[in-house]
Structures are given as C-alpha cells and as structure tokens.
C-alpha cells in the first residue's frame, strides 16, 4: 500500500464507520484469528460495509489463554480492529463496554463462534427501511435452525419462559445475534443494570418497554466449537441476575403507580 493509499484509509479510520460489530471473547486462542480473518472477508465479499469503514470491536475480559494478547496484535495489525480489555470474565459487561466503546450508525452484536453474515445483512435491510430499531436474531422460532445439543436448545428454552412469564418478554430469544441503530438504542444499553449472561436479556427486554421498535428474525446456529463454559455451572448467576432485573423492573413500576403515574409496558422500565 502506497503512503497516500495508507494516509486515505487513516483518515478514514478517523471518521465515524457506518457499522460497528461487536463480539464479546474469552479464551478463544484457538479459533479467535481464523475467525475475525474469515469473518472480514465475508464482510467485503457480502458488501455489509457498503464499501465504507467498518469497526470490528473485540471485548475481551479475563482470559488465561492469551486471547488478549491476540486480540491486541490483530488491532495493531488492522486499524478496523479495537481490542478492549474490561476486568474479570464477564459476558454481559464485555457486551456493554463494546457497545459504548461503538461509534458506527449501526451496531452488530456476534460471537466468535458464529459470525453469521447472513444475520446481519438481512438485518441491515430491515434496520435500514426504519421498519425496526433493533432486530434480534432468534434461535427459538419455528423457522430458525438451533443445531446446538438438546441441553443447550432446551436451556434457551427454560430462559426465554422465565423472562415471559416474569417480565412480560413477548419474544422468543435474547442471546446471541443483534443488530440496531445505535443512537435509539444509547440510553437503553446506559439503563441496563445486570452483567453476565442476563445482559443481552436485559438490554432487549428494555428496549422493547421504552418503546423502541423490536424485531425477531429466525438464525440458523453452528457453532464452529461447542462452548467450553458448562450450562449448569451459569445457572446460579443467571437466577441471581434475573432476580434483580424482576426487582429493579417491577419495583419502579410499584413506584410509579403509588405515585400515580401508572406504570406501562413501554414506558421506561
Ligand atoms: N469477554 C467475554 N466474552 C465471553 C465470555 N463468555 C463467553 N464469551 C464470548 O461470547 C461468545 C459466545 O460464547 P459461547 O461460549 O459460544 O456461549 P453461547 O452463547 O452460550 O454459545 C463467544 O464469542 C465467547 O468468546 C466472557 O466471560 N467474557
Ligand atoms: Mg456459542
């Protein structure tokens, strides 16, 4: 590359991309450098950039195995990649962080062992007629494609009827795919108070109740590795979390309507 073709892409770099995707890691040496080079080359092959910059924001936190380290080396490689490194080993917090740290018109939300492209472009079109603010990609509607072991498909399940049944959630899925314009959804990721897995749940289920527009597109789901983190072992923090979320959510409700404001579903909750 020429200085001035280098000098033309910095100052491009320099400027707000138009998208910014987002993709929680943690101790993912094995497949983290396959993954980011195979998933840019599907970004430029798919045209999900529109030709403009796009970011690639790896939140890192916690790991042994020297992902952050690799992270790093593939930020300083590629001015498109940002590593950020934010304390111990903690999903939902590495998502915010990523997610605050974006900076492009519209956030993609991956995970290292997906990198669906197919996701994010039809999610790009619907974001894109304004017909959605936020499209959520679901593992659990009749039309997606869960090839995950029944324990997981049925742990997405045992979630996704916890939150319906508690937090009048009327989708199908939080974890995992999202895409969204991200100055409608800025105050939404900011008023979420829980970490860990039950972030993503947080961050969709208030999104739906401040009244921004929420859409479930089914996803079809191979992972390129099965998770090294065992389901039973998050359940405790997964309850923890959703028990706060309930009190946080239906405790200003309680206080809205004693103050006689009356609490609603799409009112801030
Ligand atoms: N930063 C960070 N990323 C995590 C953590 N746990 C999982 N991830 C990442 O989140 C994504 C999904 O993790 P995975 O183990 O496949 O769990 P699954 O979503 O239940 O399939 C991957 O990109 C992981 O590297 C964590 O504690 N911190
Ligand atoms: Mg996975």
Redesign the pocket.
Known sequence: MSDSEKETRDQRQDAAPRLSIV??????SAILETAVRGFQAAIEEARLDDGAAYELIL?????TDG?GGIADRLAAEDARIRAIH?G????G???KE?ILAARGEFVLC?????CDIDFHSRALSILETRAAELVVGSKALATASDK?PLF?RA?TRVINGLLRATLDFKGTDT??LKAFRRAPLADVVASCVVE??LFASEFVIRAGRMGRRVTEIPVE?H?K?????S?IR?VPNVLLNLGKLIVTIRWKEMRQRAEGKGGSDHGEG
């Open positions: 993709i929680p890691v943690f101790n993912e939140a890192e936190n916690g790991s992902t934010v111990e080993p903690n999903y917090r590495a998502l990523g991956d995970e290292i062992d997906l995950r997981r742990g974890h995992g860990k897995d789901v992972e590795r099965r998770t090294p983190i389901l998050r």
